[in-house]
Structures are given as structure tokens and as C-alpha cells.
């Protein structure tokens, strides 16, 4: 891959690379455009939702991009909870592309909670 790198993942105050922990490419922001028709409309309605399920005002929620991040065949995370990438930061967005071929699940976990996430899609034309 020529844009990107081996993803790290942060260790305290340390960044590791270690492909047991975390097996995937990570692209930098300036690297990536994101776009569409009906990109901009489709975004708004996703923080919209995100909003009200984190119990926010709709007008203070706010994302950004920090990495473009690839899985290959067989790639992977080992289960984590992400560090706070910027002050105030209170939860990690996660937005499956559509892509040609197949995808694996997401397992989000948090206390005793768990949900499964099937990212693969049926029609690559859909946001996950």
C-alpha cells in the first residue's frame, strides 16, 4: 500500500505497533476525500442519531476524521477502548464504506453490553 502505513494503537503514553493487538493499514485524513451525492445528507442524519442516543443536543456534536483505517483478509483489532484523541472527545464513530466484495462483524463492547455489527453489505452503494 503506497498512501498508508501499519496502524499503531496508543499504550499509555506510548505508540506500539504490534500486529497481535491491531493488524490493519491506517491512511492519514489529508491522504482521504469523502464525498457523494448524498454523502453530506447521509452524515447529518447519522449524527443526528448519534446525538440523541448519546443524550446530546444535536447542535454540539460535532466529528471528526482522525484516520482512515483498512482491514485486509484476515485483518484485526483485539478488543480495546480508544484514548481521547482531541479535549472533549467522548466517543469513537465508526462509518463502514461500501466496498465491493466481503467484510467481517464488529463486536462492540461496553460494560456489560455487547452488540454485533454484520459490516458486510449486499449492495456496495449503502452506508453501513
Do not use: N
Not at 482512515?68 to 484514548?83: I, K, S
Not at 469513537?92 to 454484520?118: K, M, N, S, W, Y
Amino acid at each position: 500500500m503506497t498512501l498508508g502505513e501499519r496502524a499503531p494503537y496508543g499504550r499509555g503514553a506510548e505508540t506500539v505497533l504490534d500486529r497481535s493487538v491491531r493488524d490493519c493499514w491506517q491512511i492519514s485524513p489529508d491522504q482521504i476525500l469523502v464525498g457523494g451525492s448524498s454523502w453530506d445528507e447521509a452524515f447529518g442524519h447519522i449524527l443526528e442519531r448519534v446525538a440523541e442516543g448519546l443524550g446530546y443536543p444535536v447542535d454540539v456534536v460535532q466529528a471528526e476524521l482522525c484516520k482512515f483505517l483498512l482491514c485486509e483478509e484476515g485483518g484485526f483489532f483485539a478488543p480495546h477502548r480508544d484514548t481521547e484523541k482531541a479535549d472533549g472527545m467522548v466517543a469513537t464513530l465508526v462509518v463502514a464504506l461500501p466496498v465491493a466484495g466481503q467484510g467481517g462483524e464488529l463486536f462492540i463492547r461496553h460494560q456489560d453490553r455487547e452488540a454485533v455489527v454484520d459490516m458486510r453489505s449486499g449492495d456496495p452503494s449503502e452506508l453501513i
